[in-house]
């Protein structure tokens, strides 16, 4: 089976802080991992994704995070937060499971930046 | 591009009603999926489908019916709403299935 964890349902931050949000995997396949971001009353948005290569991945407003294949996590990071940054951000992994690929979403953690 | 659009926004139901939510999308994906948002349980498939004509149970199918006649359409039946369909529901669609996908911006349902 495939599953996500997100360690934190909620991170409250100041702004200009830096934040870490957390994700873990399991899976017994090869996986690309995505990031996305829910901002209030919306649809939720590709932030960025590991499909191969370089692990770590960034995003064109600051945000990175790096593919730990021995950890199985895929954790977010961004060095200094803006409150625009308040959002839900949801963790994702796809993987090849009985010759179909099978995305499994995490459960989201709320992200509150504090002025 | 419009992308990936849902209609209605919000709706209240009462217990025993039936309603359809409509997605559409103008990117030519073949895949598209309908999920259901509920507090700390993240997004949940209800179904999918890789193509006009063919459709497949998610996670939580009980409850709702989907058809693709096309591939721009993907209608979500509720057939006799349940105060536990009472959710946020999105529509995605894909251009390689299990891979990024476009979300529409929601549907608020309540079940009374």
């Known amino acids: 089976a495939q599953s996500v964890t997100q360690l934190d349902s909620q991170v409250p931050v100041f702004e200009e802080a830096p934040v870490e949000l957390r994700c873990n995997y399991s899976?017994?396949?090869?996986?690309?991992l995505f990031w996305y971001v829910q901002y209030p009353n919306q649809g939720l948005q590709l932030l960025l994704k590991?499909?191969?290569?370089?692990?770590l991945v960034e995003s064109i407003n600051g945000f990175e995070a790096e593919f730990n294949k021995s950890q199985t996590s895929f954790h977010l990071r961004k060095p200094s937060v803006h409150i625009s940054d308040t959002a839900e951000y949801f963790c994702a992994v796809s993987g090849l499971i009985q010759g179909a690929q099978k995305l499994v979403f995490g459960q989201g953690t709320r992200l509150t930046i504090n002025p | 591009n419009a992308g990936v659009t849902q209609t209605p926004k919000f709706q209240v139901l009462k217990t025993g009603q039936s309603m359809t939510l409509q997605c559409a999308q103008d990117m030519n994906h073949e895949y598209m999926s309908w999920y259901r948002q509920d507090p700390g349980m993240g997004l949940r498939l209800i179904h999918y489908?890789?193509?006009?004509?063919?459709?497949d149970q998610g996670e939580v199918p009980n409850g709702y019916n989907v058809s693709r006649s096309t591939t721009e359409d993907f209608p979500l039946r509720l057939l006799s709403a349940a105060p536990s369909q009472t959710s946020v529901y999105f529509c995605a669609s894909s251009q390689t299935w299990g891979f990024e996908q476009y979300f529409g911006p929601g549907t608020r349902l309540t079940v009374t």
């Open positions: 590991y499909l191969s290569g370089s692990t």
């Open positions: 899976s017994s396949v090869s996986v690309y």
């Open positions: 489908s890789v193509g006009a004509g063919i459709t």
